[in-house]
């Protein structure tokens, strides 16, 4: 598979309620992709929960490369909660961050 692989990549429509907080939380200037990445990654890796479904935003999509580990853990989400795979991965973030301690409020803009 090339990195381009439409299997490989995911597209995100980020609420802008958290597409500030990821920025906003790095100190370094690295692209919003790489941002979701790393704290999709936290957030598997300390076995987020979540109460409340976050859907996509209207804001510009873009595009976020996971691996084939990424991928196999997030369809484990998936199919428990029954939503996509952009919904899982919003929410997995949003909540993650919230347990963090950042006051995320994807309804609002």
Same mark, same amino acid.
């Given at each position: 598979?090339s990195?381009r692989?439409p299997?490989?990549?995911?597209?995100?429509g980020l609420?802008?309620?958290l597409?500030?907080?990821?920025v906003?939380?790095s =100190?370094a200037?690295? /692209?919003?992709?790489?941002l979701v990445?790393?704290t999709?990654?936290?957030?598997?890796?300390?076995?987020t929960e979540?109460?409340? =479904?976050?859907?996509?935003?209207d804001?510009?999509?873009?595009l976020v490369q996971?691996?084939c580990?990424e991928r196999?853990?997030l369809?484990?989400?998936?199919?428990?909660?029954?939503?996509?795979?952009e919904?899982?991965?919003?929410t997995l973030?949003?909540?993650?961050?919230s347990d963090?301690g950042?006051?995320?409020? /994807?309804e609002?803009?």
């Amino acid at each position: 598979m090339s990195r381009r692989d439409p299997r490989k990549a995911l597209v995100l429509g980020l609420p802008e309620p958290l597409r500030k907080v990821l920025v906003r939380q790095s =100190t370094a200037h690295v /692209p919003l992709a790489y941002l979701v990445r790393q704290t999709l990654r936290r957030a598997l890796d300390a076995g987020t929960e979540w109460t409340k =479904t976050v859907s996509s935003g209207d804001r510009r999509p873009i595009l976020v490369q996971l691996s084939c580990e990424e991928r196999a853990r997030l369809e484990m989400w998936i199919g428990s909660r029954k939503v996509t795979e952009e919904e899982a991965v919003l929410t997995l973030i949003t909540a993650f961050l919230s347990d963090e301690g950042v006051q995320v409020d /994807p309804e609002r803009g």
